[in-house]
């Protein structure tokens, strides 16, 4: 069992920047491969990033390429997501997710966990 909480959401204008932060507990964090979800009512949970672990490789969703940064400190169990250039788009609750095999990233299963999300609104 992993337990995730995400914090650093919050309420920024256009063009500001966010970091949000995912703490684990449960399993050695540098076993688990770590990523970030978001989802807007009505619509379903979109991927934004994944770092594997041991960081071995990185993947984002094309929106935030270049805007967003996706990161780990294994020493601190605690999964970062750096948004800069935020937009009115980006709004949404964000999740944290954590997953023993690559698999089960983004999946709700034994393998899978999700955090209680935090809230990012973009808007002047």
């Known amino acids: 069992q992993v337990q995730l909480e995400e914090s650093g959401g919050g309420l920024v204008q256009p063009g500001g920047s966010l970091k949000l932060s995912c703490t684990a507990s449960?399993?050695?964090?540098?076993?688990?491969?770590m990523a970030w979800y978001r989802q807007v009512p009505g619509k379903q949970r979109e991927f934004v990033a994944r770092?594997?672990?041991?960081?071995?490789?990185?993947a984002y969703t094309e929106s935030v390429k270049g805007r967003f940064t996706i990161s780990r400190d294994n020493n601190k169990s605690t999964l970062y997501l750096q948004m800069n250039n935020l937009q009115p788009e980006d709004t949404a609750i964000y999740y944290c997710?954590?997953?023993?095999?690559?698999?089960?990233?983004?999946?709700?299963?034994?393998?899978?966990?999700w955090g209680q999300g935090t809230q990012v609104t973009v808007s002047s």
């Open positions: 997710n954590a997953a023993t095999i690559l698999s089960a990233v983004g999946q709700s299963n034994s393998a899978s966990w």
């Open positions: 770092v594997n672990r041991g960081s071995s490789g990185i």
């Open positions: 449960g399993r050695p964090f540098s076993s688990l491969h």
